[in-house]
Nanobody, 113 residues
Framework: QVQVVESGGGLVKPGGSLRLSCVVS????????LDWYRQAPGKQRELVAS???????NYADSVKGRFTISRDSAKRTFYLQMNSLKPEDTAVYYC???????WGQGTQVTVSS
């Protein structure tokens, strides 16, 4: 059974940085494509960034140049480095292992002065 566990959320001031981590356990196929999503209050869940097994990445336009997704396959862990955070980045962030369609429980990120 695949388990996906996020960590690293918190409260940060505008312009600050946070790094989210996600550990994926279980089937290896779960590691093929890994995504970060977020959901703000009253809004639909949106794709923030994704990375495939070859290391190719994609980003939402709203985070390009500020967020970086990366992975350490040996540790079955992937990361979302978030810099220059804005209040509109406030949301619950979820990691998602596409190969098994497995979701984490979410971690809250709040950007506020």
């Amino acid at each position: 059974q695949v388990q996906v566990v996020e960590s690293g959320g918190g409260l940060v001031k505008p312009g600050g940085s946070l790094r989210l981590s996600c550990v994926v356990s279980g089937s290896t196929v779960s590691l093929y494509i890994l995504d970060w999503y977020r959901q703000a209050p009253g809004k639909q869940r949106e794709l923030v960034a994704s990375i495939n097994f070859g290391g190719n990445t994609n980003y939402a336009d709203s985070v390009k140049g500020r967020f970086t997704i990366s992975r350490d396959s040996a540790k079955r862990t992937f990361y979302l480095q978030m810099n220059s955070l804005k209040p509109e980045d406030t949301a619950v962030y979820y990691c998602h292992a596409s190969g098994s369609n497995s979701w984490g429980q979410g971690t809250q990120v709040t950007v506020s002065s």
